[in-house]
């Protein structure tokens, strides 16, 4: 039987929940061998939860900061700086350029389909 890729990763996320240790690499190793799943199914699996458990970071760092008092801008202003430390100057200003242009490209999309 064929398994989607959302239904492995929603059992993966269920089970984890459940899961006392809260290690998801025996969870995965588990999980291939329960799923019968290829390695190629194993590294997409892997890189969702790298993206899953960041976003869970981010999240937890935008409420602590709004616990603080922090406005969500200048949380996110914070964010973007400490993400491009390590970037040059020049490199920085082609992000900081690009973003309101990525932002109102958005916008006219969104507002186009709606």
Do not use: H
């Amino acid at each position: 039987m064929e398994q989607t890729f959302e239904g492995i990763l929603s059992s993966l996320l269920d089970c984890y929940e459940k899961s006392e240790s809260k290690d998801i690499n025996v969870l995965l190793s588990k999980k291939t061998e329960d799923l019968g799943l290829t390695e190629e199914s194993m590294t997409l699996i892997k890189e969702a939860s790298k993206y899953i458990d960041n976003f869970a970071e981010k999240t937890a760092s935008l409420e602590d900061a709004r616990d603080e008092g922090i406005s969500m801008k200048r949380w996110m202003a914070s964010d973007l700086e400490m993400s491009m430390k390590e970037l040059a100057d020049n490199e920085k200003a082609e992000i900081m350029e690009a973003i309101p242009v990525a932002m109102n490209k958005v916008i006219n999309q969104t507002t186009e389909e709606g």
